[in-house]
């Protein structure tokens, strides 16, 4: 029986890469059912992603190692019927949350949801239905941070996480775990461009008469909001706009940006590029 498989690769850019590629995937009697690239003149890099359909993915993981050798290939394959495992970390802030299992509900998200961390009880979250996914209370003080960190660790180890979401979890991470988590762990940024730092951000654009709010989804690295960048979304506000609405908007593009951050990562969409990313939609 035929089986739907996504192929995502990156490597140095030079001439025969596609045809290599598509020429295994031929022989091996796979259907391409769509297929990206990009070349980087930058880097001097090569992105490919390409879903197809094939008899024996065995077979054809065993040919393409081969091939990958040969191309110095940075590559994943993996079923499309497999639902990546990801864990979702929050703070008190649950819209994001409450936005991602609802997306994942309806089937518009296709992701296995391991559990859920946050540094709060349970009834610190509005949410009432997590849907089945598993809650874990880690709380966290300057003390036992090194504790809680090495407990979320575990975790991620122990239920097979791929992708780590903070979901306004509002702890910054150990350079420790950040490093482990390198292209693995999306962060939501209430901010187009980090212009307004600390607490109550909405607050102070109102106060700076800002014309245009966003949020920025962006890898998780030691350099606090300032990793590689997924997805980014705006929207313009006029005067009358007060701080109160401001936050509502904001919420809304927060929740809005992340949720197509975790969808392009959970459909092996995005690729890293040196302190950029690349994103097929």
């Known amino acids: 029986m035929s089986s739907s498989q996504i192929l995502a690769l990156s490597c140095p850019d030079r001439p025969g890469i ?6 295994l995937l031929q022989s091996a009697g796979g259907n391409i059912t769509e297929a990206q690239q990009y070349n980087d003149p930058q880097s001097d890099m090569f992105f490919m992603r390409v879903a197809f359909d094939i008899d024996d993915p065995l077979a054809f993981r065993g040919a393409f190692d081969t091939l990958s050798k040969s191309f110095n290939m940075d590559w994943r394959l993996r079923d499309a019927s497999r639902a990546k495992r990801v864990l979702i970390l929050v703070s008190k802030f649950d819209h994001c949350l409450v936005d991602l299992l609802y997306r994942t509900r309806l089937g518009e998200l296709d992701m ?9 009880p349970r009834d610190a979250l509005r949410i009432s239905n997590l849907h089945g996914a598993p809650f874990y209370h880690l709380p966290i003080t300057k003390s ?6 090495a407990r979320i660790d575990a975790l991620i180890e122990e239920t097979d996480t791929e992708i780590v979401v903070l979901a306004r979890y509002m702890q910054i991470l150990s350079d420790d775990l950040t490093h482990r988590l390198i292209g693995r762990c999306v962060n939501i940024h209430h901010s187009f461009l980090p212009g307004f730092k600390g607490a109550r951000p909405y607050h102070q654009a109102h106060r700076r008469g800002v014309k245009m709010i966003g949020a920025t989804a962006h890898f998780v690295t030691p350099d606090l909001d300032e990793g590689p960048i997924i997805v980014q979304g705006v929207e313009p506000i006029t ?7 401001l936050v509502a908007k904001g919420r809304s593009i927060e929740q809005r940006v992340l949720s197509r951050a975790v969808k392009a990562l959970i459909e092996d969409r995005v690729f890293l590029n ?5 994103v097929f939609d």
Request: proline share 0%.
């Open 274 to 278: 040196g302190a950029r990313t690349v």
């Open 112 to 120: 296995d949801i391991v559990g859920i961390v946050s540094n709060h």
């Open 239 to 245: 005067h009358a706009d007060t701080a109160a609405r």
């Open 18 to 23: 596609v045809a290599a590629v598509t020429g």
């Open 144 to 149: 036992t941070k090194a504790d809680q960190e």
